[in-house]
């Protein structure tokens, strides 16, 4: 048991670009201050967004409420009426942390894979030391 949260925080959307696929579009957003800078690919038919839209973000390990490890039950073996984080959330997706980079100053990027679906987040160390390569959970919610 424990939290599941691993980051979290709310983006500005300030680029929409749909032209490459699709149903596809890649998000460029920033955080409050600025030091916080994700490109996230959505399907647009889920999750349309435009510019000056506001994003919450949680990559989570696990969609259980109460924290506990999924223990080898994927994310759709989730029984009917059990609540779950996915719940209070409008989409998610269940990928891969699958590389790191050293960024300028004190700053890292972290590269995941939503089955072919990308985040690039970079970030102060100091907010991204939780993430590890490791199976997660995106949750978006406007």
């Given amino acids: 048991m424990g939290d599941a ?10 680029d929409v670009n749909a032209a490459k696929y699709d149903r596809v579009s890649r998000l460029s957003a920033h955080t409050e201050g600025g030091e916080t ?5 959505v399907n647009s038919e ?6 000056g839209d506001r994003l919450q973000i949680l990559l989570a390990s696990t969609l259980s409420l109460d924290g506990s490890q999924d223990d080898g039950k994927g994310w759709r073996d989730v029984g009917r009426g059990e609540a779950s984080l996915a719940d209070e959330y409008d989409y998610v997706c269940y990928g891969k942390i699958y590389r790191f ?10 590269f995941v894979s939503f089955g072919g679906l990308l985040l690039y987040l970079e970030g102060p160390y100091k907010n991204l030391t939780s993430l590890k390569i490791d199976h997660v959970y995106l949750c978006l919610k406007k």
């Fill in 37 to 41: 800078t994700l490109t996230l690919d």
């Fill in 101 to 110: 980079e050293e960024g300028d100053d004190e700053k890292i990027k972290v």
């Fill in 5 to 14: 949260t691993l980051y979290s925080d709310t983006f500005t959307i300030f």
């Fill in 46 to 51: 889920l999750l349309p967004c435009s510019n």
